[in-house]
């Protein structure tokens, strides 16, 4: 069975300072990788996704993931963290090579100073 | 983009009765939609797989007489939580793949925060 880790419940930083929020899969075959933002009493919106070819992945509000085979990670990144996005950050793995069924991270809140 | 909307949004019902949870697909069709739970500052937890034309499918430890769920048509699942009980108070969300390229992509409902009283 799949899962995922994230390894940060709650990480602190100033606006305008680099972002990078951790993740962790264990999947058997090449994963489906997905990274969602949640705000307070929102749905979950898509930030970028990964299925397979350039393991460097652009996202929506400046967002980019990398995913590392050899570490088995998918590690969430920015450059200059914004105050809105504040918020709850989750990752996600497709059940059996597809993207129908997920497994969510226990998610990492994070929090930005002005 | 897809969308997918719940309704209601909130919900206060008391201990007993019965809560229906709206779930649509607004610009697609989904064969398959997702019900999850999210407990507070926890992640989202599968609670079954709703199926247009068959039975859902349900997560281990997940009560089906209690979590009833009809997937009426191409675009809409509902989740009716029978005889409520304070431990249900939760956050419900849902979800619909959406076919793209490589593979489907997980479209979320606003979710519904169902408090029972």
């Known amino acids: 069975a799949q899962s995922v880790t994230q390894p940060d419940i709650h990480i602190t930083v100033s606006e305008g300072a680099s972002l990078e929020l951790r993740c962790n899969y264990s999947y058997g075959a090449t994963p489906y990788l997905f990274w969602y933002v949640q705000s307070p009493g929102q749905g979950l919106q898509l930030l970028l996704k990964y299925f397979s070819g350039d393991t460097l992945v652009q996202g929506i509000k400046g967002f980019e993931a990398e995913f590392k085979r050899s570490q088995s990670s998918f590690n969430l990144r920015k450059p200059s963290v914004h105050w809105s996005d504040a918020a709850e950050y989750f990752c996600?793995?497709?059940?059996?090579?597809?993207?129908?069924?997920?497994?969510f991270g226990s998610g990492t809140q994070l929090t930005v100073l002005p | 983009g897809a969308v997918v909307s719940q309704h209601p949004s909130r919900v206060i019902c008391k201990s007993g009765t019965s809560v229906k949870i709206e779930c649509r697909s607004l610009d697609f069709q989904a064969t398959t939609m997702f019900w999850y739970r999210q407990f507070p500052k926890q992640s989202l937890m599968l609670m079954a797989t709703?199926?247009?034309?068959?039975?859902?499918?349900?997560e281990q430890g997940v009560e089906k007489d209690k979590f009833l769920i009809n997937h009426a048509s191409l675009t809409l699942s509902t989740l009716t939580v029978t005889s409520a009980h304070p431990e249900d108070s939760s956050f419900y969300i849902c979800?619909?793949?959406?076919?793209?390229?490589?593979?489907?992509?997980?479209?979320f409902g606003p979710g519904t925060r169902l408090t029972v009283l």
């Open positions: 709703s199926n247009e034309g068959s039975k859902a499918t349900y």
């Open positions: 979800s619909a793949p959406r076919t793209g390229i490589g593979a489907d992509t997980q479209y």
């Open positions: 996600a793995v497709g059940a059996s090579g597809s993207a129908r069924q997920l497994t």
